[in-house]
């Protein structure tokens, strides 16, 4: 048997053991346990796979994307659930300090990135533990259309540039893909490009709203963006089409049209990819690129389980979904990435990701997407928030502002945000 097969006996046998240790602790005819998870589609089936392993019956709701919105009428209706799958630290912050949460012991192996820890952590006190991570410093494309990445931003400038020129002759794909339609993806853009030029000190400082949001570094980062989006043919069909076109539709006009050479997102890519690629050549990836060669940013996203003030159910299970082994399935079927530095690398079944759990370990600390941390309305919705000033950022450096009145208006939007939310909560 291979190394890979003999990790996977051997994570297989741990799983079965701590199950049974579980379901010691259970008594019988216990009420099953419900969790509330933005999760759909495939995402949702796979996470139905792992707890269809813990000894109680578990209820899992898929709420969709607004999961704040369902999770405060049920509080007000006293039918909270007994666990949620928050997509983002900042809700698991208010939850906490609104006294909806219950404190959370993690499992023993259960081990998370340095950086992401504290961010679930109120006073000393921790409320969530992380059971899903997003890598969100890849480009995708195709080696034929690519075949030498760029290295440093400079280098991805110059190819924008290059290759804009050739798709404005009618001689080939537009340089980039972007969904500007949602606003999370421009923001995502944004993370990278400010984890390269501001320190990690300022960027934490940021997301705690204790910094100026008119900085240098913000501007700077604001201008390197302005930079590259302001490209003639950068991308297809122009500024006004991109901000009409999802991030699903930004992939499939790279896999499926050809109409774009590159598009930039996080690891769960490539399941839009299986559905919708042309052809049999398979996509290849390379880091988002920083100043210099050396540099490659890393900005991760997560998926973080709490459980709700009297449910000592919900808290038995988060304990029991931090534990290394809990996510066998999901990691046997492909398309997950642990955000536990215990799960060993060779038991990831597909190259990429045992690539970027590698990047996970290697990273002296990872920088969490900034937008999710912020407080209230500022973090980002539909038409709202950073979300919203990023897409006018966008429109007025495709639309041909100059990129210092650009960075001025989005600079100013950004502070006055900051100012309106400062304390969080709503």
């Known amino acids: 048997m291979t190394g ?3 990790r996977r006996r051997t994570l297989l046998g741990a799983a079965a053991a701590a199950t049974v240790a579980a379901a010691g602790g259970c008594g019988q005819g216990r009420r099953s346990v419900q969790v509330a998870v933005v999760w759909a589609g495939g995402e949702l089936a796979r996470f139905r796979e792992v707890v269809a392993g813990y000894p109680t019956t578990v209820q899992v709701v898929g709420v969709g994307n607004d999961i704040d919105a369902f999770l405060t009428a049920r509080r007000a209706a006293g039918t ?7 997509p983002r630290p900042g809700l698991v912050v208010e939850y906490a300090r609104r006294g909806w949460l219950s404190e959370v012991a993690p499992a023993v192996s259960y081990t998370a990135p340095a950086g992401m820890s504290d961010l679930l952590s109120v006073d000393g006190r921790r409320y969530g533990v992380w059971v899903k991570a997003a890598h969100k410093s890849l480009f995708w494309h195709f080696p034929s259309t690519l075949a030498e990445p760029p290295r440093s931003w400079d280098a991805l400038v110059s190819l924008t540039r290059r290759l804009g020129e050739r798709h404005r002759a009618g001689a080939g794909p537009a340089p980039l893909a972007i969904g500007a339609a949602d606003g999370w993806v421009l923001t995502d853009w944004f993370e990278n490009v400010l984890g390269d030029v501001a320190d990690v000190d300022l960027y934490e400082a940021l997301a705690r709203g204790e910094a100026d949001w008119r900085s240098r570094p913000v501007q700077y980062a604001l201008e390197r963006l302005a930079e590259l989006w302001s490209v003639d043919g950068a991308f297809p069909g122009g500024g006004r089409r991109a901000l009409l076109t999802q991030f699903e539709e930004s992939i499939i006009q790279v896999v499926y049209h050809r109409e774009a050479a590159m598009v930039f997102g996080a690891d769960f890519v490539d ?7 042309r052809g049999t050549e398979p996509l290849a990836t390379f880091r988002f690129p920083g100043a210099r060669v050396a540099d490659q940013p890393l900005i991760v996203g997560g998926d973080a389980a709490v459980a709700f003030a009297g449910s000592s ?7 029991w979904l931090s534990d290394a082994v809990a996510f066998l399935p999901w990691l046997d079927a492909g398309g997950y990435l642990s955000p536990n530095l215990a799960v060993p690398v060779d ?3 597909d190259p990429l990701r045992r690539r970027l759990a590698g990047e996970l370990r290697a990273a002296d600390t990872v920088q969490f997407d900034l937008s999710d941390q912020l ?3 500022f973090t980002g919705t539909d038409g709202v928030g950073i979300w919203r000033i990023m897409q006018d950022f966008f429109m007025n450096v495709t639309d041909g502002v100059p990129a210092r009145e650009a960075v001025r208006r989005a600079t100013g939007q950004l502070a006055e945000a900051a100012r309106a939310t400062a304390g969080g909560g709503r």
């Open 4 to 6: 890979v097969g003999l």
């Open 80 to 86: 909270s659930p007994d666990v949620a799958i928050l």
């Open 271 to 277: 399941a839009v990819v299986a559905r919708f690629r």
């Open 313 to 319: 159910d919900g808290a038995e299970l988060v304990r």
């Open 347 to 349: 038991s990831y079944r």
């Open 375 to 377: 407080p209230g309305t």
